[in-house]
Structure formats: C-alpha cells, structure tokens
Nanobody, 118 residues
Framework: QVELVESGGGLVQPGGSLRLSCAASRSIFSISRMGWYRQAPGKQRELVADITSAGSTNYVDSVKGRFTISSDNAKNTVYLQMNSLKPEDTAVYYC????????????WGQGTQVTVSS
C-alpha cells in the first residue's frame, strides 16, 4: 500500500511558477513509476509527466520546456516544477504511483488545484 499526499497548488498569474510536491508513504525506490496527471473541468484526466525509479522522465508535449519532474529519494518525494504557466494549465493535479511486482498496483493522491488566472 502506498499513500500519496500532494501539496503546492494555488492561484498564480499567467507566466508565473508553482512547484507541486508529492510525498509517498514509503521509499520511492520501491515505486516503479511516479507521475503527475491533471484533469480540467469537462475534460479527461491526462498524463502531464512521469519519472521511473531509474530516473527516466516523460512529458506531454504541451508542457515540454516549461515543466520539470524530479525526485528526492531521501524525502520520498516527487516534484513538479511548473514555469511559464498558462490559463490552459488550470486543472486539478493528481500524483500517481505504479508498483510493478507480481501484479500492477496503481495509487492516487487526493489532488491539488492549480488555477492560472489574472
């Protein structure tokens, strides 16, 4: 079982920055992949960025060059640094963890609201 707790959301003006944090209840070395998803009103949840336990990263095209996902293994925390924010980045952001052993287990945080508006 893995508990994921997000923090860092809020209201920011266009062009501003925010850093989201996702704290895991166990070592992230044991989590095969961690990612950030977002869901805007009336839209499907989409993958924003993810990072494997080996450190490989992946981004959706719309955030490449603006967002950076990283991990701090000592703190069991994954971050999403979001720069040059746009109104279309407004959504609830969810932390996701996938543990692959004999089976695949997927875990979600409770979500944190990010609103980009002037």
């Amino acid at each position: 079982q893995v508990e994921l707790v997000e923090s860092g959301g809020g209201l920011v003006q266009p062009g501003g920055s925010l850093r989201l944090s996702c704290a895991a209840s166990r070592s992230i070395f044991s989590i095969s992949r961690m990612g950030w998803y977002r869901q805007a009103p009336g839209k499907q949840r989409e993958l924003v960025a993810d990072i494997t336990s080996a450190g490989s990263t992946n981004y959706v095209d719309s955030v490449k060059g603006r967002f950076t996902i990283s991990s701090d293994n000592a703190k069991n925390t994954v971050y999403l640094q979001m720069n040059s924010l746009k109104p279309e980045d407004t959504a609830v952001y969810y932390c996701n963890g996938v543990v692959i052993r004999n089976t695949v287990s997927v875990y979600w945080g409770q979500g944190t609201q990010v609103t980009v508006s002037s």
